[in-house]
Nanobody
């Protein structure tokens, strides 16, 4: 079994920054990808950023240039540095980890950006 623990959400003014972290523990081997998704009220969950085992990253167009994803392989953690936050970034952010052939989700952390 795999557990994901997220931290770092909160309330910030537009233009501010937040850093999300997700730590994976448990039966971990062969992590294929780690990433972040978000879901705003009334909207579908969407990919924010992802880093695969080879180090390649993918970002949603809406966050390119503002968000940076990073992964610490030794600690099995993935971080999301979010700068220049906008009110439209307000959502619940979910950590997502693909290990072997199974997908795991964190419990979600709220990010609220006030205008």
């Amino acid at each position: 079994q795999v557990q994901l623990v997220e931290s770092g959400g909160g309330l910030v003014q537009a233009g501010g920054s937040l850093r999300l972290s997700c730590a994976a523990s448990g039966s971990i081997s062969n992590i294929r990808s780690m990433g972040w998704y978000r879901q705003a009220p009334g909207k579908q969950r969407e990919l924010v950023a992802r880093v695969i085992s080879g180090g390649s990253t993918t970002y949603a167009d809406s966050v390119k240039g503002r968000f940076t994803i990073s992964r610490d392989n030794a600690k099995n953690t993935v971080n999301l540095q979010m700068n220049s936050l906008k009110p439209e970034d307000t959502a619940v952010y979910y950590c997502n980890v693909f290990i072997n052939f199974s997908l795991y989700w964190g419990q979600g952390t709220q990010v609220t950006v006030s205008s």
